[in-house]
């Protein structure tokens, strides 16, 4: 896996940084791995899927917790 990252005096916001998790996380196939792991179902209709929790947490530390909004384009 390579991640490219190239330095400028731009201001980087929030935004910039759920990119770089989004890339991450697709470049990594962890979301496959997440799958493989029998992590538990939740058994209610309103239930949150176990893996959308895991990545939502992680982009939160990766932004800080930050303004956070729910990341459902990481899906």
């Known amino acids: 896996m ?22 991450l996380i697709h470049k990594t196939g962890i979301r496959n791995k997440l799958l493989e792991l029998g992590l538990p179902q939740g058994k209610s209709n309103n239930s949150i899927d176990a893996v959308s929790i895991i990545k939502s947490f992680w982009v939160g530390i990766w932004i800080g917790c930050f303004r956070l909004a729910t990341p459902q384009w990481c899906a």
Do not use: R, S
Request: aromatic residues 10%; hydrophobic residues 35%; charged residues 25%.
């Open 2 to 23: 390579n991640l490219q990252h190239d330095y400028c005096d731009n201001m980087v916001t929030l935004w910039g940084g759920m990119k770089e998790m989004k890339m």
